[in-house]
């Protein structure tokens, strides 16, 4: 199962990708996590993980893809960077960092100003998670960028669903509408999950959130999570949401089977 975790920036998508993923090795099922956001450091921590390479490395890092997709144009599309499918065990082990049952790919970071856009991580997200072939009890999770640029680059294209993270803010319900749009045209299931909510804001979304919106679990603001993301720490709660998340993800899974 590819699992696409998408949402507005800090609605706690890291998180729910870590919790989720835990959960999952809990089960003893093979887990791996794709860090798609090339902004963002700090997802291995959350994992216990150290960092891994950038999986563009083993492509020639970026100067080379991007040199690769200039020399496709006008038809970038045609690009195969990756030429193999790979299983879980396939994947270049240089290129994986694991921890507790969880291993963690990193797609690419942009690490120096002006080093131009990051299309080829875009590129190389989406190819990664197509040319991946899974066993049934395979779990793969994508950790994606705040907002909706990784729909553009077509990465939820290859999940069998996209578990969006709702935090309380307006934004977040706007982001729910297009994302829901989005989904519906690219034939992915969407769930949503309310995240960081108290009572009152989590009935207030619940009333706004489109009924074309699976709301399927709800995360309160908790300490324990808050205090794990501000120092950097592993995230090895067991939260009974996350349960319940992994059950109807599973579910979902064997629906569409
Ligand atoms: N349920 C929660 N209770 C308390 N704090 C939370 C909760 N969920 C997330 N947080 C905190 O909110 C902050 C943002 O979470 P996180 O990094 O997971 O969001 P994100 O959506 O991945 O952000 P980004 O868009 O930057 O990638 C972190 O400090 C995290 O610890
Ligand atoms: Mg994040």
């Not at 993923?21 to 216990?48: I, K, M, Q, W």
């Not at 034939?187 to 919106?213: H, K, Y």
Request: net charge negative; with cysteine; proline share 5%.
């Amino acid at each position: 199962m590819k699992i696409a975790i998408c949402g507005k920036g800090g609605s706690g998508k890291s998180t729910v990708a870590a919790l989720l993923a835990r959960e999952y090795a809990r089960r003893n099922r093979a887990v791996l996590v794709v860090d798609t956001d090339e902004s963002n450091l700090g997802l291995h921590r959350l994992l216990g993980t150290g960092a891994p390479p950038d999986l563009m490395g083993y492509f020639g890092g970026k100067r080379a893809v991007t040199e690769k997709i200039m020399a496709a144009m006008p038809d970038p599309s045609s690009v195969d960077l990756i030429g193999e499918r790979w299983s879980i065990d396939k994947i270049p082990q240089g290129y994986v960092a694991s921890e507790n049952g969880v291993r963690l790919v990193a797609i690419g970071k942009i690490h120096d100003a002006g080093e131009g856009c990051a299309c080829p991580m875009g590129m190389l997200a989406r190819q990664f998670l197509d040319h991946l072939d899974l066993g049934d009890d395979d779990v793969v999770i994508a950790d994606t960028e705040a907002g909706i640029e990784h729909f553009g680059r077509g990465v939820d294209q290859g999940a069998d669903v996209i578990l969006m993270v709702v935090d309380p803010s307006f934004e977040s319900l706007r982001l729910a509408e297009k994302v829901s749009d989005m989904a519906a045209r690219i034939g992915v299931p969407l769930c949503c999950m309310l995240n960081r909510t108290d009572p009152i804001s989590a009935a207030r979304l619940r009333e706004r959130i489109p009924d074309s919106v699976r709301i399927v679990c709800e995360i309160s603001q908790d300490p324990g999570i808050l205090a794990a993301g501000l120092d950097g720490r592993v995230l090895d709660l067991h939260h009974p949401a996350i349960t319940a998340l992994a059950d109807l993800l599973d579910g979902t899974q064997k629906g569409r089977a």
